[in-house]
């Protein structure tokens, strides 16, 4: 039996670590093969301890970044890894990319795609990420998109907890229990050195979303990752 796949979108290369690591993590355990797609290593506008160093160059910020952003995926077995280097502040989602993005939701199939949410005053590479990544999974769905091959199917779109939530009209309907695998979300954060100021930040954002995902369940629940779902879910049944 093949996999199953899930496809992660990350507008800068640190993101899919903050937002998304947990998810990550748990389903790689479980034998899921997680592709994650950096569309830029956030060079410019998410490496500033980086830039403090003497000397240094935009080149050598994105080495830097995709070192990180492959330590950090190795931690959490992600199964790809994709620098796909459109630049940062403003990101470039140019035509070329908007397709490779379509031929790779067709290829890879994902049963899930997580990716930014609808908005973010504070960065706006990532609402236009998650336009461009959810109108690329739609047009990945049109039979007349490429009709020589299968169309994709309706994978759920959850969206990733931006920095400040409440300013981002962002709202969690969807609390996953991570404590199975926080040690390994805590070590892909200590992999992000250039952002060292986010790493208690992110701890802490953990903690409440499992306080508040143990006070919503029966369970014993410590660490938690939040999503705001795009679609209805479909279910067999409601208990
Ligand atoms: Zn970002």
Request: net charge negative; charged share 20%.
């Amino acid at each position: 039996m093949t996999a199953r796949t899930a496809l992660v979108v990350s507008a800068h290369s640190a993101d899919f670590v903050w937002r998304a690591a947990g998810a990550i993590a748990l389903h790689a355990a479980q034998g899921w093969a997680v592709t994650v797609v950096c569309l830029s290593y956030g060079e410019r506008g998410e490496s500033a301890k980086l830039w403090r160093q003497p000397g240094m160059t935009l080149e050598r910020v994105k080495t830097e970044r995709e070192r990180e952003a492959r330590a950090a995926a190795s931690v959490l077995d992600v199964a790809d890894i994709q620098f796909w280097d459109l630049g940062d502040y403003p990101i470039n989602l140019s035509e070329a990319a908007f397709y490779r993005l379509v031929d790779l939701y067709r290829s890879l199939r994902p049963d899930f795609v997580l990716t930014h949410s609808k908005e973010d005053i504070y960065n706006h590479d990532h609402p236009a990420v998650t336009d461009f990544a959810q109108h690329a999974r739609i047009t990945a769905q049109a039979h007349g998109h490429n009709p020589h091959q299968k169309v994709l199917g309706a994978p759920p779109v959850f969206l990733f907890e931006p920095h400040q939530p409440e300013q981002c009209n962002w709202k969690p309907d969807v609390l996953l229990d991570i404590s199975p695998v926080w040690a390994k979300k805590r070590a892909a954060i200590e992999c992000m050195a250039g952002q060292e100021h986010l790493w208690e930040y992110y701890t802490r954002v953990a903690l409440q979303r499992g306080a508040q995902a143990a006070r919503n369940s029966d369970k014993a629940i410590t660490y938690g990752e939040g999503y705001q779902s795009v679609f209805p879910h479909v279910v067999e049944r409601l208990g």
